[in-house]
């Protein structure tokens, strides 16, 4: 009988430390759950209230709406986050339904709207204007011209006009004849230009 006495009293001490060691590790998981859930709402959030700000001003147009929301509201680091855009004077559409051209725009509105949120010293931007007609490009290159001279810094690399000819300097990037594995530079201040501009203008 003493030992089941001290069997039932070493089963009862150890169930206690499990239960203790239980509630410590939950107190902990609830802890990181929090300051996880904490972190992603201050990245996201700014970015979700910027984003319909931003396309707006890329589309120039107040019609254009874009939204942000977590698939899952309780723990959105679990799950997809989603994005939907309506282009201006259209109805709604899923993302995949939009055209090339509107995914860009959609894009570029993620991209600065995560600038806003944590500015970048500079962005390198590929070809954007691949997908965009000529006046989705005019739109989006008076938009980086103007943040260009607020709070970025854009090196964009683009073969037409309507889009390097708001730059502030050019740079060309050529073969050399005598050896096609080497490259040549040339280089070109617009703002020398634009300024001979405002002068003659002042002038007149």
Same mark, same amino acid.
């Given at each position: 009988m003493e030992i089941v006495k001290e069997k039932e009293a070493e089963t009862t001490e150890e169930c206690e430390t499990a239960?203790? =060691?239980?509630?410590? $590790?939950?107190? %902990?998981?609830?802890?990181?759950? +929090?300051?996880?859930?904490?972190?992603?709402?201050?990245?996201?959030?700014?970015?979700?209230?910027?984003i319909d700000e931003i396309y707006k001003q890329l589309s120039r147009n107040e019609s254009a709406q874009a939204f942000l929301?977590?698939?899952?509201?309780?723990?959105?680091?679990?799950?997809?986050?989603?994005?939907?855009?309506?282009?201006?004077?259209?109805?709604?559409?899923?993302?995949?339904?939009?055209?090339?051209?509107? =995914?860009?725009?959609? $894009?570029?509105? %993620?991209?600065?709207?995560?600038? +806003?949120?944590?500015p970048s010293p500079f962005f390198v931007l590929d070809e954007i204007?691949?997908?965009?007609?000529?006046?989705?490009?005019?739109?989006?290159?008076?938009?980086?011209?103007?943040?260009?001279?607020?709070?970025?810094?854009?090196?964009?690399?683009?073969?037409?006009?309507?889009?390097?000819n708001k730059a502030d300097g050019l740079v060309g990037i050529y073969p050399q004849p005598a050896n096609c594995t080497v490259s040549g530079v040339l280089t070109l201040d617009l703002t020398t230009f634009k300024q001979s501009h405002l002068d003659s203008s002042a002038v007149d």
């Open positions: 239960r203790k =060691k239980a509630r410590k $590790a939950r107190q %902990l998981f609830e802890k990181v759950k +929090a300051d996880r859930y904490k972190r992603f709402q201050e990245c996201f959030e700014p970015v979700a209230q910027k929301g977590a698939d899952n509201m309780e723990e959105p680091y679990l799950e997809g986050i989603a994005y939907n855009c309506v282009a201006p004077g259209k109805r709604f559409r899923p993302m995949d339904n939009l055209s090339g051209g509107e =995914k860009t725009v959609a $894009a570029l509105a %993620l991209l600065f709207a995560m600038h +806003a949120r944590n204007d691949a997908a965009l007609d000529n006046t989705n490009i005019g739109k989006v290159a008076s938009f980086i011209s103007e943040r260009a001279r607020l709070d970025m810094q854009l090196v964009v690399i683009s073969l037409k006009e309507e889009f390097y």
